[in-house]
């Protein structure tokens, strides 16, 4: 089996970390290491770390334990007549001591006579539900001008028969008979110091403080539904390939009256078959004649705003970049579009026509140049050239 990591090594976060900060860095790892987004090995059982990271970092119950214990926080027993495991790695005994990985003996001593009620009692506190990740494809040029389209996704509702109290409509729940809303129990224990009371989670109502005598008969108790959830989108224009969106308050439920959480869409675009974007910046190769590039012209060039006249000055050379303002792409965080660069590039004609090959070698000829190729053509045309004069 392999060893557990450090959660907050995992990602990448201090142990001073807010939880904003731990959902940043959550969201962004979690992105990154998707299966479906990332298909190199070990990407997989990189994401399932990261979501075990975070499942232990974003539970106030479970970060207070961890905080505490470290991973033996979460197991039973003890081993060998003394504690092990606490802390980061640390374990057992050191120098006749106990080496509890930074945590004072206070805290491990108050644990056991009833201690940690305050993360136990967050349980029945108000918690915001899960965010949820939508994948969306846009075209090239959706992700250019924006659009708004309906989505539908599912996800965890609050019961719209109980209103999420899991209680059958025209009941409430209850105070917990057992614990009395605390959520906790006092139990005793046989440990290396000897009997205590220490606690743990109500096995009545869970951790809730409350008892439902009758249940829903559309969730059963829950508190949640199951959902097709339609919602209208408008995309800004100027989004990129993997920008996200957020959408405050459309992910799942929460849990004892707290708000939903949030949609987060990730969008994909297409590449475009004409042009290349970054950013606000559009490129385009536009290919020339040699006769344009020397003589110059007036052309027409696509831009996704439509077709433009631009021109070409004679002398042209082959990668001279031209720069059309403000037909690139409008600018996701600003004012106004950026630009797009015009690289021209001059095509080498093939299979001429005898007309065409005499009027090069013309060319040439007044040029003072001696092309190599076709010398029995050449000399010919020559020598014709010298019986006119």
């Given at each position: 089996m392999a060893e557990q990591r450090d959660p907050y090594e995992v990602l990448g976060v201090s142990k001073d970390a807010s939880a904003d900060e731990i959902k940043r860095a959550y969201r962004k790892l979690s992105k990154k290491y998707h299966p479906d987004l990332n298909k190199e090995p070990g990407a997989e059982a990189k994401f399932?770390?990261?979501?075990?990271?975070?499942e232990t970092l974003s539970d106030p119950q479970k970060k207070a334990q961890y905080d505490q214990y470290g991973f033996a926080g979460n197991q039973q027993g003890f081993g060998g007549g003394g504690f092990s495991g606490f802390g980061n790695g640390g374990s057992g005994f050191g120098n006749g001591g106990f080496d509890f990985g930074g945590s004072g003996f206070e805290d491990i001593f108050s644990s056991f006579f009833g201690g940690g009620g305050q993360s136990r009692q967050s349980r029945t506190a108000p918690r915001q539900g899960r965010d949820l990740q939508y994948?969306?494809?846009?075209?090239?040029e959706e992700a250019i001008f924006g659009k708004k389209t309906n989505i539908e996704y599912s996800r965890e509702a609050l019961c719209k028969t109980c209103h999420g109290s899991g209680a059958k409509a025209g009941t409430s729940p209850v105070t917990c008979h057992k614990c009395g809303g605390r959520g906790f129990i006092q139990v005793q224990r046989q440990t290396p110091l000897g009997r205590m009371m220490t606690q743990q989670e109500c096995d009545v109502c869970h951790g809730t403080g409350k008892e439902i005598k009758e249940k829903c008969t559309t969730c059963y108790g829950s508190g949640h539904v199951r959902e097709k959830h339609e919602v209208q989108v408008t995309i800004p224009a100027g989004v990129e390939d993997g920008n996200q969106m957020r959408l405050q308050g459309q992910g799942e439920a929460g849990t004892n009256g707290g708000p939903y959480g949030d949609l987060f869409i990730v969008f994909h675009v297409s590449p475009s078959d004409k042009f290349e974007r970054d950013g606000a910046?559009?490129?385009?190769?536009?290919?020339?004649?040699?006769?344009?590039?020397?003589?110059?012209?007036?052309?027409?060039?696509?831009?996704?705003?439509?077709?433009?006249?631009?021109?070409?000055?004679?002398?042209?050379?082959?990668g001279t970049t031209f720069r059309l303002r403000e037909k690139g792409a409008p600018r996701l965080r600003g004012n106004g579009n950026?630009?797009?660069?015009?690289?021209?590039?001059?095509?080498?004609?093939?299979?001429?026509?005898?007309?065409?090959?005499?009027?090069?070698?013309?060319?040439?000829?007044?040029?003072?140049?001696?092309?190599?190729?076709?010398?029995?053509?050449?000399?010919?045309?020559?020598?014709?050239?010298?019986?006119?004069?």
């Open positions: 399932k770390e990261i979501n075990e990271a975070y994948e969306m494809n846009l075209t090239f910046e559009i490129y385009y190769t536009l290919p020339i004649s040699f006769v344009q590039a020397a003589l110059g012209d007036s052309v027409k060039v696509p831009t996704v705003h439509g077709d433009v006249e631009m021109k070409i000055p004679a002398g042209t050379q082959t950026g630009d797009q660069k015009v690289t021209v590039t001059i095509v080498t004609p093939k299979n001429l026509t005898k007309a065409q090959k005499e009027a090069l070698k013309a060319f040439a000829d007044v040029s003072g140049e001696d092309p190599a190729g076709d010398d029995s053509f050449f000399e010919k045309w020559r020598k014709k050239q010298r019986k006119k004069h």
